[in-house]
């Protein structure tokens, strides 16, 4: 199934004339037509200039508001203009490559690192960090959660256990959660910069049926689940000690009712028994 | 594999009517889901699917086969288009005349390319070889488009129904499609009726158009159907109907009874009843 041979060279030419950014001037997106577009109107009548201008408009446009949609904490601090400004420079970087528009914001978070950003210094990175969370948690695959009757387990300090897909681990400095919930319950809603938190806080990100529920986590709590992803609960109780105050037994306390709420939340799959020689 | 009756109404499977239509289960012969967003390990959107399935027959209508791209067919793409039609049980599957990327990039829209002869077999190859991968029927559906080309040896129509002559597969006939270009390029709309193959097609398409301040038609599937694209599906019905009928409505969605008093026009264009549902 081999092409014709002019199809390869009008396509790159094609493409290369979506990927052209946009005119700015005027305070508005637009698209204007470049000396380099010659090749392609060489294969249009004279009179195709404004249809040329509606692909390119369209394919910009498009991927502006899929980049607003998996990021719109971040669009919203920053203000659409700006935000397009940034993504337009994002796309031209890392040009869509799938078929899966999704896959559009996959280096997005990467980029915000390498750019200066407005606000508060490190505000509208973690923006974005809860706006991919949100994304990636929502479209997990289903696992089954482990639910075991009771913690009645053989060997339960041996025991491995393997995440669910569906929730992360996400601290904030500033109150970005509230923010988002403000934006859902009111589109029209003008942000502004936050200010900081006293205190860092740190939520579970969850899918729970098809919605998402953020759960609070005391900072020992969060440790104990982050450690519980890279070693066994023996292991990951004695890591904790290390960082923990108080008496051990309050501490072993603690950490049975986390392994129980975490149980009851459905946060790991069955787990695994580490055998010992 | 189910078949939908000649005379089905259906109506383009969107997430922002999910709540509604969860609620109500309202009397919809058919509902066709955009292949692209059910692809992927994402369990929410499978889950729903599945919902929607449990009630009704689901189609699926692609936009990222890239037909007339120069570069190779997606197999992993099209493995997965497989697997989503098997687990529907799609009674056919659709794409678009059309190429979306070029040169390993994905452009995101549904490009025209010039109707020449030395496309037609290429194309036919690649569809037929499409159908076959499925198992099951395959249709490509016409475009709107904003430009023609110097370089076309044939009208729309004639490349259209030589494709999937020679592919032996089935059409999607958009309507709006056929009425925006022809205001766009000034032919008969008529014309092109005429020239359709009506036993090849699988359903029509129906959706709403906007009309820029040039004159220009752009296909924006945000709005209800036209007067005019009304009275070209009557046209078609008389030429060639029965044939099912699908409402698309994509961007400012209104609620789901008025997209079903949108649906039921189309009794009253063919004839079926004498009145405005």
Known sequence: MKSPEWLQEFQAQWGQLLRTPLETSGGVFHSKSRSNWKAVYAMIPETANAGISVYHFQYWTRLFNVLQKEFPLTAELMGHWDFNLLAQRYLLEHPPCTYALQDLAEYFETFLDKVTLPGPPGCLRQAAAWDRARQKVFAAPFTQAWNPQGLAVDNLFELTLKPCADWMIISEDWPLLDLYLALLADRSKKLSWPDRLLNAQTYLVQRVGAALVYRPLVQLQSRFYQNLQKMNLGLALIELEKKAQGSEADLHEYVRRWLQEGVVWGLWLSPIAETHP | ?277
């Open chain 2, 1 to 277: 594999m189910e078949r939908l009756h000649p005379h089905a109404l259906g109506l383009g499977l969107r997430t922002e009517f999910y709540t509604e239509l969860f609620a109500s289960w309202p009397a919809v012969d058919y509902f066709e889901a955009i292949t692209e967003n059910f692809t992927g390990a994402a369990w929410p959107p499978r889950e729903n699917l599945e919902r929607v399935r449990s009630r009704y027959p689901v189609v699926l209508h692609g936009v990222g086969l890239n037909l007339l791209g120069a570069d190779a067919l997606n197999e992993a793409y099209l493995e997965e288009l497989c697997r989503l039609a098997d687990s529907v049980d799609a009674p056919f599957v659709s794409d678009h005349l059309c190429w979306t990327g070029s040169h390993g990039l994905s452009h995101h829209d549904l490009l025209p390319t010039p109707y020449s002869r030395d496309l037609l077999d290429f194309a036919a190859e690649r569809a037929a070889y499409v159908q076959k991968r499925l198992g099951r029927p395959f249709a490509l559906e016409n475009l709107s488009s904003y430009v023609t080309f110097a370089r076309s040896e044939m009208t729309e129509w004639e490349f259209f129904s030589s494709v999937v002559e020679r592919a032996d597969i089935g059409m999607i006939l958009d309507i709006n499609n056929i009425y925006v270009s022809s205001q766009n390029h000034g032919f008969d709309a008529k014309e092109y009726l005429a020239a359709i193959p009506f036993e090849r097609v699988l359903q029509v398409h129906l959706a709403g158009h906007h009309s820029q301040g040039d004159g220009r038609l752009v296909d924006t599937h945000d709005g209800p159907v036209a007067e005019a694209v009304w009275n070209l599906y009557a046209s078609a019905w008389k030429l060639g109907g029965p044939f099912p009928t699908l409402l698309e409505w994509d961007s400012k969605i209104p609620s789901l009874p008025i997209l079903l008093a949108e649906l039921q026009k189309a009794r009253f264009y063919r004839g079926d009843v004498y009145e405005i549902p």
